[in-house]
C-alpha cells in the first residue's frame, strides 16, 4: 500500500512539475486607421479619391497563442498558431487561412539552435523586414517592397541558431509537387551580426514555379542605433527568368499562398530584374513620441515590356503612445510611380491598389493600435 501511495505521489508531483515548465500565451494586435487616398479606380475605371476604413500602417490584426514545454537538459518544445483577421470587418485575412500568418511546431535547444516546421515567414522577409523602419508596414504603399520576394511559405522548414554576435537561419520550403523536389520549392539562408548599437544582414532566397523558372532574391542591410534615433538602410535584387509565375491562393500548386508578385515575365516572356532600396530613421523624440520617416525606391528592368519603370514611396509617420500596448498615430505617404511602371501597374497591382494610368497616389491616415 505505502508503495502504491508513493508511486502516486512521484506520478503527481510529476506532473505539477511538467505543467509548471509549459507556459502558453495568447497575445494578439488590432490595428485600424481612417485612411484617404487619391487615384483610386472606381467604377466604370474612373479615377478619384477614397476614404475608407482600413487596416492599420504598422501591422496586421492577428491574434495568436505560442508556448514552450521544457523537455529537459536544455531542451524545450515550441508552438506558434497565429491568424489574421481584416481590422475593419473581422473577416479572414491571408487567403482565408484559419492561421495564415504563421503556424508551426518545432525543438529549441540552448546550444544547437532552433528547429520549426509549419507555415513560416520566408527567409528574406524574415531577413530584410528587421532592417525596415516600419519593420515592413501594412498599408499596400508602404509594404510593397515585401510582395516582391514573398511573405510567408507553407510546408516549411527552419533552423535558427545563434554564437555570440552572429546568427545563421536557414529556410527550405517543400514543394509539395508529385514527382519532383524542387517545383514549388523555395531555399534560401542569411547571416546576421550584431554587435552594440550596430546590425547588418545578408540573405539569399530562391523559389522555382512549376515550370522551373526561377526568382533568386538577394539582399544586404544594416542599422545603426545613436541615441534616441535608429537608422536603416537596406538593399536587395530579385531576378526573375522569363516566364516565372506563381500558383493562385489556396490552389495548391507551385508557389501558391506565398503573397509573391511574380512580375510581370510570364506575360512578357523577359528575364526581370528589381533594383530595391529602402533609407529611414525611427526617433523616439521624447516619452511617448515616436517620429518614422522611410524611403522606398525600385528601379525595374524589363517592367511587362522591354522598357524600365521605377515605383517609390516617401512617409512620414507620426506616433504617440498612451501606454506600451496602446498608441495613436498619423500617417502621411506619396507613390509615384515612372516609366514603364505608369501603365503596368506592376507590385501595387499585385497588391490590389492599381493606379490606373495615374502616376502618383496621396495617401493621409490616422490610426489607433491596441496590442494585448
Request: net charge negative; aromatic share 12%; no cysteine.
Amino acid at each position: 500500500m505505502k508503495h502504491k501511495i508513493l508511486v502516486g505521489l512521484i506520478a503527481a508531483l510529476a506532473s505539477t512539475g511538467a505543467l509548471a515548465q509549459t507556459n502558453v500565451t495568447i497575445y494578439g494586435v488590432i490595428d485600424t486607421t481612417i485612411r484617404y487616398t487619391t487615384n483610386q479606380v472606381g467604377a466604370g475605371g474612373a479615377l478619384g479619391s477614397q476614404t475608407a476604413m482600413t487596416e492599420g500602417a504598422f501591422q496586421g490584426p492577428r491574434i495568436g497563442f505560442k508556448g514552450e514545454e521544457d523537455l529537459g537538459g536544455g531542451t524545450s518544445a515550441v508552438f506558434k498558431l497565429e491568424n489574421g483577421f481584416q481590422g475593419n470587418n473581422g473577416a479572414f485575412d491571408q487567403q482565408g487561412q484559419l492561421f495564415g500568418r504563421q503556424e508551426f511546431i518545432g525543438l529549441k535547444d540552448k546550444s544547437l539552435g532552433e528547429l520549426d516546421a509549419g507555415r513560416q515567414y520566408g527567409i528574406a522577409f524574415d531577413t530584410l523586414g528587421n532592417y525596415d523602419p516600419l519593420g515592413v508596414g501594412n498599408f499596400n504603399e508602404n509594404e510593397w517592397e515585401a510582395f516582391i520576394y514573398g511573405i510567408r511559405f507553407d510546408n516549411s522548414l527552419k533552423y535558427t541558431g545563434t554564437w555570440g554576435p552572429v546568427t545563421a537561419e536557414f529556410q527550405y520550403s517543400f514543394g509539395g509537387q508529385t514527382g519532383t523536389t524542387t517545383i514549388g520549392s523555395t531555399v534560401g539562408g542569411a547571416l546576421t551580426y550584431t554587435q552594440g548599437p550596430f546590425s547588418m544582414a545578408g540573405v539569399i532566397q530562391q523559389s522555382t514555379d512549376a515550370n522551373s523558372n526561377k526568382m533568386t532574391v538577394t539582399g544586404l542591410a544594416g542599422s545603426y542605433v545613436a541615441g534616441p534615433a535608429t537608422m536603416y538602410l537596406q538593399y536587395f535584387e530579385a531576378k526573375r527568368d522569363a516566364g516565372f509565375a506563381k500558383a493562385a491562393s489556396n490552389s495548391g500548386g507551385a508557389l501558391a499562398n506565398t503573397s509573391m508578385f511574380a512580375g510581370n515575365s510570364a506575360a512578357s516572356g523577359l528575364d526581370r530584374k528589381d533594383d530595391m532600396w529602402t533609407a529611414g530613421v525611427l526617433w523616439a523624440a521624447s516619452p511617448g513620441w515616436e517620429f518614422t520617416f522611410g524611403y522606398m525606391y525600385d528601379k525595374i528592368t524589363n517592367d511587362g515590356s522591354a522598357s524600365d519603370g521605377n515605383i517609390s514611396t516617401a512617409y512620414a509617420i507620426a506616433d504617440y503612445h498612451f501606454s506600451k500596448r496602446t498608441d495613436v498615430y498619423f500617417d502621411l505617404d506619396r507613390t509615384t510611380l515612372g516609366g514603364a511602371e505608369v501603365a503596368a501597374n506592376s507590385v501595387l497591382g499585385f497588391a490590389g491598389a492599381p493606379l490606373g494610368g495615374a502616376s502618383t497616389r496621396n495617401g493621409a491616415a490616422v490610426g489607433l493600435r491596441v496590442k494585448f
